[in-house]
């Protein structure tokens, strides 16, 4: 069944990052995805109605825009609530430098993510095996493990969540953060500054990667 006092949560993780500068319409805040097999019928849900055990609910958005955080807060929250939560960033299935394609999905490796989720998916237990990516040096560096119960929720994350190819018969809630484009532009280049680029090299990455990242 829903948990409607995880839904009050949400609704006031809502408030508090509406009131942060993060846009998140009202009429377009949730989509869930009931699928069956390959297909899905989606219906608009308010956050009062918003989630249950086993769901899947994907956070994605433009990088810096504040999925991370909003992220952790609702896998935070969802646990005060008696909720069994797991919260995975798809950040770890960036590829390494020297490996990517063109683009935003050529940044990633969505497929290994699929396989590795693939179980959990089907509706099982599931130990994930996750990448360890070390944003600085811009390659692995290992693997983790992350067990997921099957009644448990996933909090899945990243600016390539969109292009995922989710086979499965869990709920699927998603939700896409939005945010003042100005201050969103700030924090990219002055990440991409402290990882290493120039302010030229910073500005192109930035324009290059706001076109790719459009939903």
Known sequence: CVH????????????????????????????????IGADAEGTAMMPHQLVRDGDLLVVTGYAQAGKSTLSAALAAEARAAGLATKRLSLDHWIRPEGQRGPGLLGRHDLAAAERSLEPWLAGDAAKVAIPIYDRWSRRSTGESRLQIGAQEILVLEGVAAAGLRLQTRRRVLRLFIDTDEAERRRRVIADLIARGATSFEASSIYDLRRRDENP
């Open 4 to 35: 409607p006092m995880l839904g009050r949560v949400v609704e006031r993780l809502l408030e508090m990052v509406r009131a942060a500068g993060v846009r998140i319409p009202d009429h377009e805040a949730l989509f869930v995805e009931r699928r």
